[in-house]
């Protein structure tokens, strides 16, 4: 994790206020559809926005669901997220030269910079649909499976 945001953020990636890696996430005790031996891990928002990690560099109260996007290639990851707080970027393909999705003024990059005069996160993210994978909502294909997990782990 630390050296590709080394790569990608070059001067920037001290002003993250988190990195949310593997080990702060929360093991669902299901595996992925389409990899049956990888583990479908979550990241619960509502720990971030009640500061329940000794690691974060800031105090309760301060971040919410209105001002917080969660970026991640896997849509799984925010099952147990309020909808709307979360945008999931196409899968990124090494070689792929044309790909400039998260490159200067690729999409990517166009939608934060909307976002930063939004009002709040949820309504600029589903005014703005960004091109990426879906959310997993119940209209999924795979909705029965995906509220399963979200059933058990009950967060």
């Known amino acids: 994790m ?3 945001l080394d790569n990608v953020m070059v001067g920037l990636r001290r002003k993250l206020l988190f990195v949310w890696d593997q080990q702060k996430c929360v093991d669902s005790g299901f595996k992925c559809l389409e990899k049956k031996e990888k583990p479908i891990f979550l990241k619960p928002m509502k720990k971030i926005w009640e500061n329940k990690y000794d690691l974060l560099p800031f105090r309760g109260g301060k971040f919410s669901e209105s001002n917080t996007l969660m ?5 799984h990851i925010a099952l147990i997220n309020p909808p709307n707080t979360a945008v999931f970027p196409p899968i990124f393909k090494v070689g792929n030269g044309k790909d400039t999705f998260l490159g200067p003024k690729g999409d990517m ?3 934060l910079d909307g976002l930063v005069d939004a009002d ?3 309504t600029y993210v589903k005014e703005h649909p960004l091109i990426g994978q879906p959310a997993i909502t119940a209209s999924h294909r795979d909705w029965d499976y995906y509220a399963k ?3 058990f782990v009950g967060i």
Request: proline share 12%; no cysteine.
């Open 120 to 122: 709040d996160v949820p």
């Open 149 to 151: 997990i979200i059933r």
């Open 2 to 4: 630390d050296a590709i």
């Open 71 to 75: 970026i991640d290639d896997e849509p």
């Open 109 to 111: 990059q166009k939608f």
